[in-house]
């Protein structure tokens, strides 16, 4: 099994509709990140969390929510859905015990706003 | 801010010939400096990390990197390139202050094709 697990693996949803994105993880870590990745821009941070408590925005958290119900999972919200949200999200893990913040990541979530 | 640039978007080599993926940087300390491969309906796979010491770092899938201070770079080379390389590579910079970092910045990728 994966350590890092995203559901769906894909998506296809309409413009204005809300949607949410889970990510767990079996690897133990306090860290977890949401990127979004788009053709020719690499990732870019949405959201991270240090801690179920500890919640912050990234550099393109408009749009987006998050919720971190328990150590192992953190969620992305599209409170309503436009189509420039269309593009392939990944869900990343890392260990606040090593400094370097070793980045481990999911599958992704592809995401299509029609 | 901490920025990194990967020159070539994408390169095209044919199996069996040597490979080098550039990366640039701009950090103002030593960075911590990974390189990702993302295989077509993957998610992202460590390759390799430099983090101090020896400034060439072998990683996985017979991958190496050399990190060159005076030139703010780090790339990526494989002497012989297989078909099964082909798949986008990202460089990526962390910060090295040694209090809470998280932040990883991405450069855009180098999407590698591979010719039989």
């Known amino acids: 099994d994966a350590d890092v697990t995203q559901t769906p693996r894909n998506r296809i949803t309409k413009t204005g509709k809300r949607i949410m994105l889970e990510c767990s993880q079996t690897?133990?870590?306090?860290?977890m990140y949401w990127y979004r990745q788009d053709p020719g821009l690499g990732l870019r941070l949405i959201y991270y969390?240090?801690?179920?408590?500890?919640?912050n925005k990234g550099e393109i958290s408009d749009g987006y929510s998050v919720s971190r119900q328990a150590q192992a999972k953190f969620s992305l919200s599209l409170e309503s859905a436009i189509p420039n949200q269309t593009a392939l999200y990944f869900c990343?893990?890392?260990?606040?015990?090593?400094?370097?913040?070793?980045?481990?990541f999911g599958a992704g979530t592809r995401l299509s706003v029609l | 801010a901490q920025s990194v640039t990967q020159p070539d978007i994408h390169i095209t080599v044919s199996e069996g010939a040597s490979l080098e993926l550039r990366c640039n940087y701009s950090?103002?300390?030593?960075?911590?400096l990974f390189w990702y491969v993302q295989s077509p309906g993957q998610g992202l796979q460590l390759l390799l990390k430099?983090?101090?010491?020896?400034?060439l770092v072998q990683g996985i899938k017979g991958f190496e990197a050399e990190f060159k201070r005076s030139q703010s770079s780090f790339n990526l080379r494989k002497p012989s390139v297989h078909w099964s390389d082909a798949a986008e590579y990202f460089c990526?910079?962390?910060?090295?202050?040694?209090?809470?970092?998280?932040?990883?910045?991405f450069g855009k990728g180098t999407l590698l094709t591979v010719n039989p």
């Open positions: 990343a893990t890392s260990d606040p015990g090593t400094r370097q913040n070793i980045q481990y």
């Open positions: 690897k133990g870590h306090d860290r």
């Open positions: 969390s240090f801690d179920v408590k500890d919640i």
């Open positions: 950090y103002g300390a030593t960075p911590y």
């Open positions: 430099y983090f101090s010491g020896d400034t």
């Open positions: 990526a910079v962390g910060e090295n202050s040694g209090g809470s970092n998280y932040k990883l910045t």
